[in-house]
């Protein structure tokens, strides 16, 4: 049975053709009420939330480094950096129990949604998330959130 994310089901949405997904790089889509980015990073494709969890951010246009052992993207406006394939929120702190140990990296757990990717003979289709419960990127895709982004965007302009 098919799954409700924003009032779309967990089904599989066509995004682009492959080449031009992949000339571009990185996409932004809306998909049903959902702003989402498509990435092509070293042959692979990944979807998250465009709007960064942490206050908004958008993601489009985040350096892709690898942290941890894992690629994530550094979200342009604060610098957090989540991870592309699962949408974990990681930091790197010195604990201060333990001073003189060099700094390692956290987790804050999952704070992205992220989206699967799929082709089928060149055509490229996203299956939004329908992992149950609240991931904080959801905020941002809602009519609260949107307003608050609104607010956010206009304030910088006016500056
Ligand atoms: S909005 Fe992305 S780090 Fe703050």
Known sequence: MATEVNGESARPFFVGKKTDLVEAKRSKITVGERDIIIIHHQGTFYSMDQHCYHAGGSLINGDIEELNNMLCIV?????????????????????????????????????????????????????????????????????????????????????
């Open 75 to 159: 979200c342009p406006k604060h610098k957090y950096k989540i991870s592309l394939e699962e949408g974990e929120g990681i930091y790197k702190a010195s604990n201060p129990k333990e001073p003189t140990q060099p700094p390692r990296w956290y987790s804050k757990g999952i704070k992205q949604r992220v989206h699967k990717v799929t082709e089928v003979d060149g055509d490229i289709f996203v299956t939004l998330s329908d992992c149950p419960g609240w991931i904080e990127s959801d905020y941002y895709q809602n009519e609260k959130g949107r307003e608050e982004l609104k607010k956010a965007q206009d304030d910088e302009s006016n500056c």
